[in-house]
């Protein structure tokens, strides 16, 4: 029997399947030592200290994709397995970004909040379509390579920057990799964020590559630029895009994801071609679900004297 904290929460389904399996399980935890396991969401932080005041620790579980408020040096260090659940919100975010990116090109956002002021403002809200658009991706692994499929549903055509993804990868999508970052602004005048955010990544999306874009497409279309971001927050230089749909270099800026959450005061929130959500990429009935069920798995195995699928530091292993 292993003693499990979940500091975030997690399914009752999945809690149930740790339970069965003759685990010990805490949703509010005290404190880590003394568990053997402890599965976070974004909300926890496990820095350093934490994980070195929690000797009993075996094994971490991030209910997620992102492990970046995980010190993976300091788990390695101290012999402790991280996973996490990659593919199971996959489905959830590649919706959210597809809806984040139809409602920028058709203000959807802007006409509701003039619907409810008292405006009839059909006029002024002429929008653009995505088919016949150029759409670049920052990453292009799971989620973008899903939204991808959707793009292309639409008419839109591929790029990615992605130095990790093999080259015949992006043939299979029809999708066309460039080497340079730059490369991918210049082309597109829409970009999907789907990237990790690493010392590399951190402000990736900033001033000088947003003023990169061409605010036409494809198509010979005026349709302006258009940034979207489900991946995590930091990759996108909030202050930058706001100083880009300040000149008109973004025509529209939508973000799930912000550099430091709880977000609520940032001036970039009030501009009216700004429109976002508070990390909600994976905050579906569905999402959760797997998230869960696929975690709980994983621990199970670990308990069992197997390895998991989705261990993130293999150095544990050797």
Same mark, same amino acid.
């Given at each position: ?70 010190? =993976? ?7 402790? =397995? ?13 919706? $959210? ?17 003039? =619907? ?13 379509? =995505? ?123 939508? $973000? ?63």
């Amino acid at each position: 029997m292993a003693r499990i904290a979940i500091t975030d929460g997690l399914s009752k389904s999945a809690v149930q399947l740790l339970i069965d399996a003759g685990h010990q399980v805490n949703l509010e935890p005290p404190k880590l030592d003394g568990y053997d396991a402890v599965v976070i969401r974004s909300a926890t932080k496990l820095s350093r200290d934490v994980i070195e005041s929690s000797p009993s620790l075996r094994i971490i579980g991030r209910a997620g994709v992102g492990v970046d408020n995980i010190d =993976l040096n300091a788990a390695t260090s101290a012999g402790i =397995l991280v996973c996490n659940t990659p593919s199971a919100s996959t489905q959830s975010v590649v919706e $959210l970004t597809i809806g984040h990116l139809l409602a920028s090109i058709r203000f959807v956002p802007k006409a509701d909040r003039d =619907l409810r002021s008292g405006e009839w403002t059909k006029k002024q809200l002429r929008g653009t379509e =995505l088919f016949g658009k150029r759409i670049g991706f920052i990453g292009f692994g799971r989620i973008a390579q899903g939204v991808g499929r959707v793009a292309r549903t639409f008419g839109m055509e591929l790029h990615a920057y992605d130095p990790y993804l093999p080259v015949e990868v992006a043939l299979e999508q029809n999708c066309t990799l460039h080497k340079e970052v730059d490369d991918i602004f210049k082309t597109c005048t829409h970009i999907a964020v789907h990237c990790n955010l690493t010392k590399d990544t951190h402000h990736l999306v900033n001033s000088h590559t947003l003023s990169l874009m061409p605010g036409i497409g494809a198509d010979g279309i005026e349709c302006g630029n258009h940034l979207v971001s489900c991946a995590r927050g930091g990759i996108v230089n909030e202050d930058d895009a706001l100083l880009a749909l300040d000149d008109g270099t973004l025509s529209s800026c939508a $973000l799930d994801v912000f550099e430091n959450e709880p977000q609520t005061q940032h001036p970039i929130l009030h501009h009216p071609n700004f429109h976002g959500t508070p990390h909600i990429g994976a905050a579906t009935h569905e999402a959760q679900q797997r998230i869960g069920v696929e975690m709980a798995d994983l621990l199970i195995t670990y308990f069992n004297g197997d390895t998991p699928k989705s261990v993130v530091n293999r150095d544990v292993l050797n």
